[in-house]
């Protein structure tokens, strides 16, 4: 059968569509291309020393401010006592129940911590034995013995003047007032926060408002380190004097103490607080970057925290919400 003139035509019309859907790219092979043009050139760092400028990626700016958990539980205590202290910090009085046995296990009953008692309020010495008197009244309405009620001034209180008052006061009402040096405080501090199992690895902060304790234990004894506190700005020292000298010191930590730092204080507790999960006793703290500062006091105790965290290469800062130096006093008190 022979093709008219017309039919030829249509036929190779036919044929040239069909050609070229057949050797048209596909979409999925057009997407493949433009993916190879898209990668980054390989790290050129060994072989021209040309300095990669790249953004870090971005799983590894996630792992900076991802919420860890440290999954850790204490042992109970066994038998255990009711005992009772109240801090005299260089803001306020903070105050704890703790229940305690023989064998120094403890756990908390009540605490007013970080939001305590502002010194503010105690105009005259009526004033301050009323505060103090609602301290003790809770502690005995808890089953504390009056002569389990202690009363500890942190090393940075003691020099502010109010702290004086309110200890001839308490002297007045019949109570010990025990005033404790920096390195007592590093020393308290490391027993009430440190877990026995993690003593060997790591270490202890203390961040306050007069001054910055850290404390581990080496070779068998205590290593304690006084620094500046979070209030430093009021002395017109500068962040970077700070940072340097705190980043200098924390250095002595030796390195396979470095493990955890656990961390305690009032900017640790503001920073913790910001992303804390139901009751939890233990969070881990995010990169110092991760937070923005509120006022000038959290400003500079972040800039105490960078200093550490950078000195050490510590990237887990456990806050303990229940531990406090003062805890680690009751525990070294005799049976």
Known sequence: MRLKPAGVLITMAVIAILGYLAFKPRPTQIAKDQDRKELPAPNSDSIGNVPNTAEPPANEEASKSEVREFA???EKPENGKSRGV???????????VINMDDQQRWE??????????AYEGLATTEDIRAGLKKYISGMLDKGVAKKDIHFVISSGAQ?????????NELKKMGYVVNKVSPEQEA??????????SFAENSFMVDIGSGNTKV??????????????????????TSDDEVYKTIKNEISKI??????????????????AK?????????????????YKPVDKKMGSGLNIYKAIADGTQTDTFVFDWDANFTIGFLLSLNK
């Not at 004894?221 to 002395?235: F, H, I, N, R, V």
């Not at 910001?274 to 991760?290: A, C, F, I, M, W």
Request: aromatic residues 12%; glycine residues 12%; proline residues 8%.
């Open 72 to 74: 850790y539980t204490p």
């Open 86 to 96: 109240v801090e005299l910090g260089a803001t306020g009085f903070n105050s704890f």
């Open 108 to 117: 908390i009953l009540s605490k007013d911590f970080g939001e305590s008692l």
């Open 159 to 167: 020099k502010e003047p109010k702290t004086t008052v309110i200890g």
């Open 187 to 196: 020393k308290f501090g490391l027993k009430a926060t440190v877990p026995p």
């Open 215 to 236: 404390s581990w234990e080496e070779n068998g004894s205590l290593k304690t380190l006084e620094l500046p506190g979070a209030k430093y700005y009021e002395k017109e």
């Open 254 to 271: 030796p390195t396979e103490k470095r493990n955890v730092g656990f961390i305690i204080g009032g900017v640790p507790f503001t920073l």
């Open 274 to 290: 910001q992303h804390r999960k139901d009751n939890e006793r233990y969070t881990v703290l995010k990169d110092p970057g991760s």
